[in-house]
């Protein structure tokens, strides 16, 4: 049981409270793509919503109010790159973590994400510890910034 691939990574209960309130958007074309996340990402008690391309990314924004954003880049109608940057320019959802899931390898087309404002990458293949590290870390940066928030109000 040594396999990084089926690996689990378990969550204290002071996490599994601030996670189940989470929100995640999964946006690829390709319907395996957001199956095999889907999969990935079931050990998470977070709540998670699909769109098949950018279009429907940008509606789901607006609509659901994720968190977090898993982006393909490679989409029809619209490229993962300017969802981003929609989502980036919008003071509604810049605060949304968006990473781009990519079967791009050049230099740049990673810079060019970071042009969009993308805040990590992940390459196709996804490996479900990468992912999951990623999507845990940066979920309580999200988690952490809105408790501040609230004691701020207070």
């Known amino acids: ?14 996490a599994l409270a601030d996670f189940a309130n989470a929100r995640i958007l999964l946006v690829d074309d390709n319907v395996q793509n957001v199956e095999l996340m889907q999969a990935y990402l079931e050990s998470l008690p977070c709540k998670i919503f699909t769109a098949k391309d950018g279009v429907e990314a940008v509606e789901a924004v607006h609509r659901e109010k994720p968190d977090m954003v898993l982006l393909d ?16 320019s919008d003071p509604m959802s810049r605060d949304i973590v968006v990473i781009m899931v990519t079967a791009l390898h050049e230099v740049g087309d ?16 996804v490996n479900k ?6 999507v845990r870390s940066l979920l309580r940066v999200v988690i952490l910034k809105k408790k501040l ?4 109000k207070s």
């Open 1 to 14: 049981m040594s396999s990084t691939a089926n690996a689990q990574l378990p969550l204290d209960e002071a």
């Open 73 to 88: 880049v490679m989409m029809p109608r619209m490229s993962g790159f300017d969802v981003c940057r929609k989502i980036k």
């Open 110 to 125: 990673h810079e060019r994400a970071v042009e969009c404002g993308t805040d990590d990458f992940l390459t196709k293949p």
């Open 129 to 134: 510890l990468e992912l999951l590290t990623r």
């Open 149 to 152: 928030k609230a004691l701020l």
